[in-house]
């Protein structure tokens, strides 16, 4: 990506230069260890800036070579996957996951104002397209309800170090769905579930199949499911205001030390990394995310071979709901906000800016990780942007909204 003068494209450099005195505030107030922000128009770098710690422990700042944890931002990538199958005529996205897990086979679902999780009746097994848009009736432990409280209680959580991704998925198969496919929107395992689709579909490992037909035609040399070997210490640590669990939503409390350590990098389960976890399992740079990033502004296209056709990428960044999020009933954490906003194909969809109450365009889409992490394409401005730190959970503070909020302000062409 080329280098271009902010005030070339579009910026006024005095407000943009609002980005890094707000970045050093959160590192100030004790809110975040450290960040950088990297800022694309027209496809030509405009901004990057980072400060602050990636290691507090060691005083090893955070840089633009740092890799980090970027959880559900893992989403779009195993999204974009399985669209790649798609267009090769494989499968239909309105296909059944039973046809690839047959443990989905005879699902049953909770029925409607359950308080146990036996209290089910018969389901049809979610589609693909379902699982992507998170209307599958799958969760997560850290949800409200009866089902994630059940997965909070198995501990499925599809982590690094533990088991397979084929093993995790028959445990998920296991379980009531908490709906009726198709019939609300809760933010779930599902892309999770999809990873393992890929890995059926493909003959390939989903490492394997990111690596080879993601990573490699984009140039992503140091994005994976596992740290790579000889990056020394460049592997960021993971903190926490909570007391307890980072990823116990359901149980959080804050108090103490707003950066508490949760996942000191030098023993992180994602050096030693087995599952692939298609939902949350990747770590990477920021200029590695930001390429694919770039990829999806720019209709598919790689340096080394194209990935997905303008026309998929089109599809896959509409609204695939009825409607907004919140019409579709379902408490739930979200990455996102849900008044106004709707859902792609392994992303959110800006459908009525004012409603969302953040500055933003129609067609914005974009999604984040749990450790705070977040990107967003902006199609009518022609903007990518990348976000990295590592504060887990991301609903700790209003950085996406503040961030879009700079951004505009900066943008004055």
């Known amino acids: 990506m080329q280098v271009a003068k902010p005030q070339d494209r579009g910026f006024d450099p005095a407000r943009l230069a609002r980005i890094a005195d707000w970045m050093d505030g959160y590192v100030e107030d004790r809110k975040y260890p450290g960040s950088s922000v990297l800022i694309a128009r027209g496809g030509d770098e405009v901004y990057f800036n980072a400060t602050g710690e990636r290691n507090r422990e060691d005083a090893l700042p955070f840089t633009r070579d740092t890799l980090a944890r970027i959880y559900s931002m893992t989403k779009p990538v195993t999204s974009v996957a399985l669209m790649m199958l798609v267009e090769r005529g494989l499968f239909p996205l309105s296909a059944p996951v039973s046809d690839f897990i047959p443990a989905f086979k ?88 999809l990873g393992r689709v890929v890995e059926v579909a493909s003959g390939k490992s989903l490492a394997q199949f990111f690596e080879e037909e993601i990573f490699a035609p984009l140039g992503m040399t140091e994005t994976g499911f596992r740290v790579p070997e000889g990056v020394g210490d460049r592997f960021a640590s993971l903190y926490t205001p909570l007391t307890g669990d980072a990823m116990a939503l359901n149980s959080a409390a804050t108090g103490g030390d707003s950066l508490r350590l949760t996942d000191r990098a030098g023993k992180s389960p994602f050096e030693i990394a087995t599952l692939h976890s298609g939902g949350g399992g990747l770590v990477g740079t920021i200029d590695d995310y930001m390429k694919f990033v770039e990829m999806l502004r720019s209709g598919g296209a790689a340096a080394g071979g194209r990935i997905l056709s303008p026309s998929t990428l089109e599809f896959m960044m509409r609204n695939h709901l009825p409607g907004d999020i919140a019409s579709m009933g379902q408490r739930s954490f979200a990455e996102q906000p849900m008044e106004g906003m709707g859902f792609g194909i392994g992303g959110s969809v800006v459908l009525e800016s004012g409603r969302t109450g953040v500055p933003s365009n129609v067609g914005d889409f974009s999604w984040g990780g749990m450790a705070s992490t977040f990107f967003w394409i902006d199609r009518v401005l022609d903007v990518s942007v990348v976000f990295f730190t590592q504060l887990a959970p991301s609903s700790s503070y209003p950085s996406r909204a503040e961030l879009k909020a700079l951004l505009h302000g900066a943008i004055v062409e």
């Open 106 to 193: 005879d699902m049953q679902a909770l029925i409607p104002g359950a308080t146990r999780i036996d209290q089910t009746e018969p389901s049809a097994a979610p589609t693909l397209q379902q699982l992507a848009t998170h209307t599958s009736g799958l969760s997560y432990p850290f949800n409200p309800g009866v089902l994630a409280k059940a997965m909070d209680e198995q501990d499925i959580l599809f982590k690094p170090h533990r088991g397979t991704l084929a093993d995790e998925a028959d445990r998920v198969a296991a379980l009531p769905l908490s709906f009726q496919p198709g019939t609300s929107w809760e933010y779930s395992v599902g892309i999770d579930i």
